[in-house]
Nanobody, 113 residues
Framework: QVQVVESGGGLVQPGGSLRLSCAAS?????MEWHRQAPGKQRELVAG???????NYADSVKGRFTISRDNAKNMVYLQMNSLKPEDTAVYYC??????????WGQGTQVTVSS
């Protein structure tokens, strides 16, 4: 059974930083971070393949960095210069080598003074 578990969310002031972590089991092809704000659709934030190729939503480019530790099956999202509009539940998504997709349960990020 594949498990995807996020951690690292919390409350931070505007301009602050947070680092999210995601642990997943199994043979993973790619991992992504998505987020969903209240009343909005879930959106892709950043993704990284097993080879290290990355992509970012325009709204987070230059502020967020996704990285991966393949040996540990971990992916990280370093979030800097956080804005109130970054407030959302952040979900980790793992695409396995079989192309099956698994989601974590999400971690809340709140940016507020």
């Amino acid at each position: 059974q594949v498990q995807v578990v996020e951690s690292g969310g919390g409350l931070v002031q505007p301009g602050g930083s947070l680092r999210l972590s995601c642990a997943a089991s199994g043979s993973i092809f790619s991992m992504e971070w998505h987020r969903q704000a209240p009343g909005k659709q879930r959106e892709l934030v950043a993704g990284i393949t097993s080879g290290g190729s990355t992509n970012y939503a325009d709204s987070v480019k230059g502020r967020f960095t996704i990285s991966r530790d393949n040996a540990k099956n971990m992916v990280y999202l370093q979030m800097n210069s956080l804005k109130p509009e970054d407030t959302a539940v952040y979900y980790c998504r793992a695409t396995m080598s079989s192309y099956r997709v698994y989601w974590g349960q999400g971690t809340q990020v709140t940016v507020s003074s």
